[in-house]
DNA sequence: AATGAATGAGTGTTCATTCAT
DNA sequence: CATGAATGAACACTCATTCAT
């Protein structure tokens, strides 16, 4: 039943490992300083690990950056796949903004790191968003107009309905800081925001009669 | 009646005109390449002056870019400033979002600056955050309340309400190359944007009869 | 029979050679042109090697004076402490201006590294001054303070004549230039010198009948 | 009787009072922190003039220090000049060591400003050196040998004890950081050591029975 | 798999000096 | 006489990357 491992391994488990222990490091030095705020040195001192070896692992600087951020858009795409065409609509989407949220909750870093990149022209993720992205995107739309042809939901753009969502959720995440100077450090806004913004989608899109 | 011509100057003509033009240069370049990835000389050439010359007019890095954000940060927080506690609502909060969109549409290189001074901690406006900022947001909020009391509007929270409406109008700005990938490049979708924002507001905040 | 290797050597071989090469070569640079007049690439070329491999020895250029300027005065006070308060006075204070005029002649860059500091104002090793070296000075004072006790020598102020047989010798090293444009490139100064001091100032102390 | 006033006047009065200030502003400078470690600007600010205006005057920063040197250099002289072979001996090296011990009180800067020059090998002053000064030197020594011929003083190295003279007074401006950390800031020390060298040389002088 | 040593190409900043007025 | 503006040349220091072991 076990697999059976192959002879030559293209990877030992040490090199597993330290690329994992790499990617949290550069995940948040990248995304507290951007690329070129942060320093290889720094992201070798958060892995525990000297410079040289570091990059025994990934040989450039931007290898590193550019392998962050694939992972973190792997799982940035998650909760949009969920949709389902023949669920309730209101609940779907109930569903997707509260998954977007719980990341901008448990993965801020993720999310400005995302955003570092967008700010700045994309210049290392510019074929993913015209790529998988915008295939995702587009599918995600056509579920909603789906809804919208049945007259199941108010007819909205549904492009700007997904962006809109993407910013409202994004926001507590990528700009914390400000939401905090405003709201106090240690107020649980998340909970609140995440009820107000559903309020306002739902309303938004229940059928006019 | 010639106006009288002061004896001391503080500046002279081609002093302000110079740090017009070094602003101007350090908004593109910093808004594009954020603080650290902007040299000094990009910015230099960019203002089509020497290094030094520019330097002889802000004497370090860092006064040229803060110099550039409390410029953009006074005209951010002008279409805040307009709400009038009397007016209608909905009607005042539709203003609000076209003047905010606008700020996107014709200044996403301002807006581009501020997001990124928030995604890495806002380090050099943490104090206009906290202060004038909070003040602004603190008095908006203080409206919004009233026009829920009086029944005008459905009860929701104000400071999510504010700050969804910035999240989503900022994005277009923000994300600006996340938006093309998707929609095409000549688009013209700040208008498309416009009306479905407006609407998804408008319906969250329609008293509940 | 072999001494064990230490399992963590806290410097290497080739790190140990290399601060000293670079001291030596700071010794030279900085004692001819003074702090502000060297250039790290000087010291650097003079050690024969990169400037960013020196900076990777001593990060900054502050670090390679303050290094050799404490190198420097360790072997500075050691003639001073040598004076034997049992010892016939006039002996131990000839041999005292000896080793200083011989300090004078073999290690006359760090004589002037010392007086360049002192002109300037000591900006780096004030704290040593008022700290080890009066303490040092104040206890030699004091021997020589027992000798004038006991009638060994004449009634004379022990600290100006400490002042003046540092100066005296150093002048040696410090005037060099000046010394060699008067009385010749080549000329053996150094050993009348040492006579004549050592004749004025035993003259000087010699007990009065 | 009243001097005629010439047509064209090479110096005007504010030339001449510029010139003045600025060499004034230039000493306390130059002295303080070396060729190298002065600026333009520095001097210019201490001497309440623009720079460019400061350079008007003195065309490069070498002029302005060669300047304040020779204006130093003629003053540093003058001392030496008063040694009257006739006089009594004694008495007359006391008159001397009184007067440079004065000019060490009275003009600590120009004094390190000549030591200064002498510790970096004499660059700019080489020259007057080898000339003008071993003149006066070696004249002084031949009315020291004169009395050494007479037997009015001892016989000793007349360039060496010249040479202990200019070190011990020259000490007292010179290390002057280093005398108060060891006797204190506000000791009148100027007076003590004085007494101390003419008594050293004094006695080192009195011709042997 | 890991590290100490080394370096070329920047990068912000200073400064003497010149230019134009 | 005086000054605001401008710049080339340096200079301290950083950093991604390579080399040797």
Redesign the interface.
């Known amino acids: 039943m076990a697999e059976p491992q192959p002879k030559t391994q293209t990877k030992t488990r040490i090199q597993a490992i330290n690329e994992d222990i790499i990617l949290s490091a550069a995940l948040e030095v990248f995304s507290?300083?951007?690329?070129?705020?942060s320093t290889v040195d720094q992201i070798a001192e958060r892995a525990g690990m000297s410079k040289p070896n570091l990059l025994y692992y990934f040989h450039r600087k931007d290898d590193i950056y550019r392998a962050v951020l694939e992972k973190t858009l792997a799982q940035w795409l998650t909760p949009l796949r969920g949709l389902d065409p023949n669920g309730e609509p209101l609940a779907e989407i109930a569903r997707y903004i509260r998954a977007k949220m719980a990341m901008s909750r448990d993965n801020p870093k993720a999310s400005?790191l995302f955003?570092?990149e967008?700010?700045?022209?994309?210049p290392a993720i510019?074929d993913f968003?015209?790529g998988p992205?915008?295939v995702l995107?587009?599918d995600t739309a056509r579920i909603i107009k789906t809804w919208i042809a049945k007259g199941q939901i108010a007819a909205?753009?549904p492009?700007?309905?997904i962006?809109?969502i993407?910013?409202?959720t994004?926001?507590?995440a990528?700009?914390?800081?400000?939401?905090r100077?405003?709201?106090g450090a240690d107020s649980e806004?998340f909970a609140?925001?995440e009820?107000?913004?559903i309020?306002?989608?739902q309303?938004?899109l229940?059928p006019r009669s």
């Open positions: 507290a300083f951007g690329y070129r705020g400005r955003a570092n967008m700010l700045h022209g994309a510019g968003l015209s992205m915008k995107v587009d909205i753009d492009y700007h309905l962006f809109s993407w910013a409202m994004q926001h507590y990528d700009f914390d800081i400000q939401v100077a405003v709201l806004h609140d925001a009820t107000t913004i309020r306002l989608i309303d938004g229940k």
